[in-house]
């Protein structure tokens, strides 16, 4: 389809080693003067579902600054624009949760929050896995959590996983263990 927004000016706002703010003055799809602000990701959104022979998943725990509480999400992490997404997700893998996987499929490919920003994020699934140890940023105080996926699955559908990458790789990988 076409583009019924008209981009008039940009304007940068705000920088930093992950993220760019825009400011852009624009005519909007009813023809009307308007300003839109846009977040523009320096890394792609990876995120990891592992999942064992026996059914079991991991969860990584941590306190997330931005929504000012404490989350259990699959692991994940940021990609860099000279990594593959896949190289991204061994690597967050690993670094995370220790694992290391044989196999991967690529489950989803998300826009995050497509009304705000561009970023887009990639989700694999990770089986056929071997345990070796975590190798954590400096700033990450994770806790894993080694569980049943079904258990994974009803925290989605208790609420207590709110983090939208999380919840579609959960949500993705229920449907496609019932097929």
């Given at each position: 389809m076409k583009n019924p927004w008209t981009t008039i000016s940009k304007k940068e706002v705000y920088d930093n080693p992950w993220i760019k703010v825009e400011?852009?003055?624009?005519?909007?799809?009813?023809?009307?003067?308007?300003?839109?602000?846009?977040?523009?990701?320096?890394?792609?959104?990876?995120?990891?579902?592992?999942?064992?022979?026996?059914?079991?998943?991991?969860?990584?725990?941590?306190?997330?600054?931005?929504?000012?509480?404490?989350?259990?999400?699959?692991?994940?992490?940021?990609?860099?624009?000279?990594?593959?997404?896949?190289?991204?997700?061994?690597?967050?893998?690993?670094?995370?949760?220790?694992?290391q996987a044989k196999e991967w499929t690529e489950l989803l490919k998300i826009h995050t929050s497509n009304s705000v920003t561009d970023e887009v994020g990639y989700v694999y699934l990770a089986k056929g896995l071997t345990q070796g140890e975590t190798e954590f940023d400096d700033t990450e105080d994770l806790k894993i959590w080694h569980l049943p996926f079904n258990e994974a699955y009803q925290m989605v559908m208790d609420g207590q996983i709110t983090d939208a990458i999380s919840m579609a790789a959960i949500l993705k990988t229920a449907v496609l263990l019932k097929r």
């Amino acid at each position: 389809m076409k583009n019924p927004w008209t981009t008039i000016s940009k304007k940068e706002v705000y920088d930093n080693p992950w993220i760019k703010v825009e400011e852009h003055q624009v005519i909007t799809p009813t023809q009307k003067k308007g300003i839109y602000g846009k977040v523009i990701f320096k890394n792609l959104a990876i995120g990891i579902l592992p999942l064992d022979e026996n059914g079991y998943t991991w969860l990584v725990g941590q306190y997330r600054y931005t929504v000012d509480e404490y989350a259990w999400e699959i692991p994940m992490g940021g990609g860099p624009a000279d990594q593959t997404a896949l190289e991204s997700a061994k690597r967050e893998l690993k670094e995370e949760t220790g694992l290391q996987a044989k196999e991967w499929t690529e489950l989803l490919k998300i826009h995050t929050s497509n009304s705000v920003t561009d970023e887009v994020g990639y989700v694999y699934l990770a089986k056929g896995l071997t345990q070796g140890e975590t190798e954590f940023d400096d700033t990450e105080d994770l806790k894993i959590w080694h569980l049943p996926f079904n258990e994974a699955y009803q925290m989605v559908m208790d609420g207590q996983i709110t983090d939208a990458i999380s919840m579609a790789a959960i949500l993705k990988t229920a449907v496609l263990l019932k097929r």
